[in-house]
């Protein structure tokens, strides 16, 4: 009996109905993928075409291996059971995964196959539990941990939560679950769990490598780089809730080049449209965009809009897009996905139909009047209620293919916008999964609250993002709601946040501050509010002068912080980088949460609590340290005491 069986150039098994392949995908690389009771499929829902290998194949009469480069599978047939378990080794012959054992009696299944009754099937794959291994990445979740080993994660995209299920484990892999059904991952002490509770096969990457830099550098391969950031991108972009109309947003670039400060990017954010999904501003109050733009860009300023991906029932796009079939469909009840400013659906962006009349109405409206970045916002899509399993796309049901979306709809912008001639794109996503990167896909952190636990756990979230294979990453400065400009409190909260958004990838002063200003039309009708003011002379002398002084350094770091972004475009390396990162072989780097690299050489450590006079640091050993306004060197290998005056955030410089 003949259990294996090489086709080209996998390794092939099949009993009972399953079929498993392993295909050399990338140098040191794997793509493993399992159907019952049909062939598997060649789904790319975030993996690009790898180059040709030459991987080795090995079979006996229960026994296989498949070899590529550093990474060897080994599978070996149960005598009773006749199940094929993985195992996953590195050159040196070190096991780095391994499926979990049939338990004899106990009859347990590595992959299993439970029927969704008149559909397809829910899939679970298991793996032993090492208690050795710290692992990174999963994308962003609210919540102050950096190795995820012991969590479990829900796989599902919500509004500030972009699942990107990526890990980086300390055995030297990467592990990539390549199927956007929405699901859950466990990492506990005696095995790692993926599922997909709705799915048509298994699909997995993984990838072996010796250091952290060899397995980005593998991902990114294998799912595509980031572009090279522009110049826009390096510098500060100036945004608040909202402005409303086209003088207000003048008078405010206006101001920030009269007192000669660094700007590069201006937000016209949303509601500056006159129906949800009509994709144009409201000529009501921006009666030229064109000259609106035009003026912004004499200053050196880019123009950023939001567009939302909800339409509204009464915009004028509304009836031709249902009757096409571009909208999200709902399975029962009402066909609305958001009810906000009115009752609205969603376009279809698994729709390629859909990407492109969407890209149009904005190209037409956007774009032909000098807008050259979008604010996709709303990406995940965001439901009123977080009902996966009703809504139904053109790619399947949200149940199966839902987590795709944030960054399908990123490629209908990038893939736009590159047609019209734009070489580097960069649209700002409130989520992301694997692959958005290539799309251009710079995600921030959501509707979080301005509160000293959610700038903690932005920390978190941006650095697991980072190893998770998308390295454009910011936060709302300050928290998007709950903040007061007249308030001592919230002014030292902002001072420390925007202290840090020197060292992210994007530097974006972005909030709902309170209180809100009605805003009524001419004709009397009662339009989205405004909040309270949020350019950085809005907070008082005091406060100005602090974020002054912080502009100018992140103006003073540009050409480093161009080559950074080099990198992510060229190796795939994060931006912000977890301290486990630049320094592995480093014990105590490897749970290190509140401190991080911006790039290779700035060792950045934030105030993360309210009334904080000093703070203790970590300087890896393997390199010496410098502060960065200068004074002695110090060798690594120790804590330090560093003090934390308001207008202080401890960084270091390593050298050597």
């Known amino acids: 009996m003949e259990f294996f069986t090489i086709e080209n150039g996998s390794l092939l098994w099949r009993n009972h109905g399953e079929t498993l392949l392993l295909t050399p995908w990338g140098q040191n690389s794997l793509r493993v993928r399992s159907a019952l009771m049909h062939d598997v499929e060649d789904t790319r829902f975030a993996l690009l075409e790898p180059p040709a290998v030459q991987p080795t194949i090995q079979i006996e009469a229960a026994k296989a291996s498949i070899t590529n480069g550093k990474l060897t599978a080994i599978l070996d047939v149960d005598g009773w059971y006749k199940v094929a378990r993985i195992t996953f080794q590195n050159q040196r012959g070190e096991t780095l995964l391994q499926e979990v054992t049939c338990g004899g009696a106990l009859n347990v299944r590595a992959r299993r196959f439970k029927p969704v009754l008149g559909g397809d099937h829910q899939i679970t794959v298991s793996f032993e539990g090492d208690e050795r291994e710290r692992l990174y990445g999963m994308g962003q979740y609210q919540q102050e941990t950096i190795n995820v080993k012991h969590c479990a994660f829900e796989l599902a995209q919500r509004n500030s939560q972009a699942s990107v299920p990526f890990v980086l484990s300390s055995l030297g892999y990467g592990f990539l679950w390549h199927n956007p ?20 096969q298994m699909d997995y990457w993984i990838t072996a490598g010796d250091t952290p830099a060899e397995i980005s550098l593998a991902y990114a391969n294998a799912t595509g780089f980031v572009p090279m950031m522009p110049e826009y991108g390096l510098g500060f972009w100036q945004c608040k809730l909202r402005y409303w109309n086209q003088e207000q947003l003048l008078a405010v670039a206006r101001e920030y080049k009269r007192r000669g400060l660094p700007i590069d990017v201006i937000v016209c954010d949303f509601f500056h449209w006159p129906k949800m999904g009509d994709y144009r501003f409201d000529e009501r109050f921006f009666p030229a965009p064109k000259a609106m733009a035009a003026e912004l860009k004499s200053m050196g300023i880019e123009l950023m809009v939001s567009v939302w991906p909800q339409v509204s029932l009464e915009s004028e796009n509304y009836e031709e897009l249902r009757q096409q079939g571009l909208l999200v469909r709902s399975e029962l009840g009402e066909q609305v996905g958001m009810r906000f400013q009115g009752n609205s659906m969603f376009y279809d962006a698994t729709n390629p139909r859909a990407r492109a009349y969407i890209w149009d109405k904005c190209k037409k409206n956007y774009y032909d009047n000098g807008v050259r970045v979008f604010w996709l916002d709303e990406s995940e899509p965001e439901y009123g209620t977080y009902d996966f399993e009703n809504y139904r796309y053109y790619l399947g049901s949200n149940a199966q293919i839902g987590n795709i979306y944030p960054q399908l709809h990123a490629r209908g912008f990038y893939e736009g916008m590159r047609e019209s001639g734009e070489e580097n794109v960069v649209s700002l ?80 002063l972005h909030g709902d501050r309170l209180p809100h200003r009605e805003v009524v039309a001419p004709d009397g009708e009662h339009m989205q509010d405004e909040g309270a003011d949020n350019e950085i002379w809005s907070y008082g002398d005091k406060v100005y002068a602090l974020l002054k002084n912080c502009l100018k350094l992140r103006e003073s770091l540009r050409d480093y912080t161009r080559q950074t972004m080099r990198e992510a475009h060229e190796e795939g390396k994060p931006v912000m980088r977890p301290m486990f990162y630049e320094f592995p072989k480093d014990e105590t780097c490897v749970e290190l949460k509140d401190q991080y690299f911006y790039g290779a050489r700035y060792l950045v450590a934030p105030v993360l609590e309210p009334g904080m006079k000093a703070r203790r640091v970590y300087l890896p050993q393997g390199a010496q340290w410098r502060a960065l306004e200068g004074g002695e060197t110090l060798n690594g290998g120790q804590w330090i005491e560093v003090p934390t005056p308001l207008e202080h955030i401890p960084v270091f410089e390593r050298i050597g």
């Open 181 to 200: 059904a929405i699901g859950e991952a466990h990492f506990g002490a005696n095995r790692s769990e993926w599922k997909a509770f709705s799915t048509k």
């Open 429 to 508: 996503l409130r989520c992301a999964w694997a692959g958005s990167q290539r799309y251009g896909a710079l995600v921030w952190s959501g509707d979080i609250q301005s509160s000293w636990l959610d700038f903690r756990r932005q920390l978190c979230a941006g650095l697991s993002m980072g190893v998770a294979g998308i390295p454009w990453w910011t936060t709302d400065i300050g928290g998007f709601y709950g903040g007061f400009p007249d308030q001592e409190s919230f002014r030292e909260l902002l001072v420390r946040w925007f202290q840090w958004g020197v060292f992210c990838p994007v530097m974006r």
